[in-house]
């Protein structure tokens, strides 16, 4: 990047900055230092990854280490939503890389994209964000669901039903829940959003044609993962929580 177009860069950043104080000003949103805050270390970060995928990018065997990393970040991330829920660490760890593993398995196993590592970790990494995303979704509605149905998950107990069985329609309904801005994300690509993957091969030069062919292998990729991922956690959620208010935890 150029003298000029860093100050270019960070005039545009500067100018969005100021709207979105001025507007959440004007409105009393109240979320002023959330964007000054969150603005200054996506930069941080951004730069940080940068300069981390250079070096992974020149050091091939480094790509599995960067990948780890993100998956340990992801699983701790979602699990931090699901506080008071045991196991939810590991639940999330297992769901975000079965979802995450077998999405990109499947694509590089067929040949829709190369092994190397400029094309394995970039879109494996958008597959543990996405798989994180429906992990921590499907479980925030699964906790909610139980807590507000909780008579419900102790008529199946007294009957006789497992914890897990006592939540496993609450499982059901939260994994389906959690798809649906994957499923809306897929079905309305190009008409009502164009998604980061197909704007950002624009712009780096690539034609329609193949910005459109890596953007419906990440949608559908996606899909995958994070249905892999909602079904996975949900399940593994549903013995803690249907029997955690009977273990007092």
Do not use: C, K
Not at 191 to 219: D, H, I, T, Y
């Amino acid at each position: 990047m150029s003298p000029a177009d860093a100050i270019r860069l960070g005039a545009a950043i500067a100018v969005l900055v100021a709207v979105a104080l001025a507007v959440g000003a004007a409105a009393r949103v109240g979320h002023g230092r959330d964007v000054v805050v969150v603005t200054a270390r996506a930069l941080v970060q951004l730069v940080l990854v940068g300069l981390v995928i250079r070096v992974v990018f020149t050091t091939p065997e480094l790509a599995p280490v960067y990948l780890a990393v993100m998956l340990a970040a992801a699983a701790h991330t979602s699990s931090r939503r699901l506080r008071g829920v045991p196991r939810a660490l590991p639940a999330a760890a297992a769901a975000i890389a079965a979802g995450a593993s077998m999405a990109a398995l499947a694509v590089f196993a067929t040949g829709a994209l190369h092994w190397g590592t400029r094309d394995v970790v970039p879109f494996t990494a958008q597959l543990i964000g996405g798989a994180m995303t429906a992990t921590t979704l499907a479980g925030l509605r699964m906790l909610d669901d139980v807590t507000a149905g909780w008579d419900l998950v102790e008529g199946w107990l007294a009957l006789g039903a497992t914890p897990r069985q006592a939540a496993a329609d609450f499982a059901r309904a939260s994994a389906a829940r959690a798809l649906v801005p994957a499923l809306d994300q897929t079905r309305n690509v190009g008409l009502v959003v164009l998604p980061g993957a197909f704007v950002g091969l624009l712009l780096g030069g690539a034609s329609p044609l193949e910005a459109g062919r890596v953007q419906l292998l990440v949608l559908v990729g996606l899909l995958a993962a994070e249905t892999v991922a909602v079904v996975i956690v949900t399940r593994l959620l549903a013995t803690p929580l249907g029997s955690r208010r009977q273990t007092g935890t």
